[in-house]
């Protein structure tokens, strides 16, 4: 069995932002040499998401618009008394950290629409750290 690390970087420049990293998620497969197996990914930060999604320009706005709606970033919440970014804590806990796509044929499966984004809530950020690990034969 193989197991393959890599850690990528991403900068965000705005509050909320969905960035498309299923280019480096690919390559990272390519690169590992596994043929069959597993790929996960995991945002090293509590206040950014990962999530599978089709990259189209209103359904983005749209994820955005909700996500927004349901953190409620002006609601006065406890944890912003220590550091005004309660609602992007809230956003990761329920969005979540990681995501797991199967490997097959040194491929990586995902739907045909299916990307996988950085979810930033609580930027611009010059650096957010995602690492995937690939395990398999």
């Known amino acids: 069995m193989k197991i393959y690390f890599e850690d990528i970087y991403v900068s965000t420049s705005k509050q909320f932002e969905l960035v498309d990293i299923t280019d ?19 945002v090293a930060h509590s206040t950014a998401a990962l999530v599978a999604n089709e990259h189209e320009r209103g359904l983005m706005e749209d994820i955005l618009t909700k996500i927004k709606e349901f953190v409620e970033p002006s609601r006065g919440w406890k944890h912003n008394l220590i550091d005004d970014n309660a609602h992007a804590h809230l956003g990761s806990t329920f969005l979540g950290a990681d995501r797991v796509f199967p490997i097959r044929n040194g491929r990586l499966v995902r739907g045909t629409w299916q990307n996988i ?9 010059s650096e957010r750290h995602v690492t995937i690990e690939i395990i398999g034969e």
């Not at 950085?118 to 950020?125: N, Q």
């Open 117 to 125: 984004f950085l979810v930033e809530l609580d930027g611009p950020r």
């Open 24 to 42: 480096k998620v690919e390559e990272a497969v390519k690169k590992s040499g596994v043929t069959n197996g597993m790929c996960l990914i995991f």
